[in-house]
């Protein structure tokens, strides 16, 4: 499928760049549906490494460094790492280090100093949000499920869909990682689906219900 997009683009090069900002969710099927990755869609991915190389030095977290370089570089680390675990032959071409750390907690008060805008920094990070991805960005959504589940409850509220599918995936990967939760984000996921629209937000919800489902 990956590979096809490409071959039949108009500007392969934009095609080759959709894949980098769809990033690690390019691999949700494999992932969560049990399909095998094609090794032409593995090499199509490795591509667009290639035509658009990332930055390979490390980039550190908000609000130490700037936020939109840091959310990229963590988005295509989490690329690479399944790249390397469904393809690793593909991958021998292509490599991202891993960005700095996100913050967490307030180190006066050791709870979460701005949730909010920290959810939503979360949710721009919702593409690591799927089976065969750990690390630091994944331990941050274990310490504050309080924070994600406010985020995503805010965000609804506020109709503001596409913010809240991001977050809501995360509580979705959460409940799937067993941690114990504050609401049920199922219910969340289909509201988001039945009252919102777009492709982003219509791809975010599904691969919410699949990690619900198990």
């Known amino acids: 499928m990956v590979a096809e997009h490409v071959q039949n683009a108009q500007d392969p090069g934009a095609a080759l760049a959709a894949i980098r900002i769809i990033g690690a969710d390019t691999f949700a099927p494999a992932l969560l549906a049990g399909v095998a990755l094609h090794p032409q869609d593995a090499e199509a991915v490795a591509l667009s490494f290639t035509a658009l190389p990332p930055?390979?030095?490390?980039?550190p977290s908000p609000p130490t460094g700037p936020e939109e370089p840091w959310v990229m570089a963590w988005r295509d680390w989490a690329t690479v790492t399944l790249l390397t675990a469904l393809a690793s032959s593909?991958?021998?071409?292509?490599?991202?280090?891993?960005?700095?750390?996100?913050?967490?907690?307030?180190?006066a008060s050791g709870e979460i100093a701005d949730w909010p805008a920290w959810s939503v920094r979360m949710g721009q990070l919702s593409t690591l949000a799927?089976?065969?991805?750990?690390?630091?960005?994944?331990?941050?959504?274990?310490?504050?499920?309080?924070?994600?589940?406010?985020?995503a409850t805010r965000a609804v509220l506020r109709r503001d869909y596409p913010t809240a599918a991001r977050i809501v995936r995360w509580l979705a990967w959460l409940r799937a990682d067993g941690v114990a939760?504050?609401?049920?984000?199922?219910?969340?996921?289909?509201?988001?689906?039945?009252?919102?629209?777009?492709?982003?937000v219509a791809l975010d919800t599904a691969i919410s219900r699949r990690l619900i489902v198990g």
């Open 55 to 59: 930055s390979q030095e490390v980039t």
């Open 181 to 200: 939760l504050p609401l049920d984000p199922a219910p969340l996921v289909e509201h988001i689906g039945l009252t919102s629209g777009g492709d982003r």
């Open 90 to 107: 593909a991958a021998e071409r292509v490599a991202a280090p891993r960005p700095a750390p996100p913050s967490v907690t307030d180190p």
């Open 130 to 151: 799927l089976p065969g991805l750990d690390g630091p960005v994944h331990d941050a959504a274990r310490a504050a499920p309080l924070a994600l589940s406010r985020g």
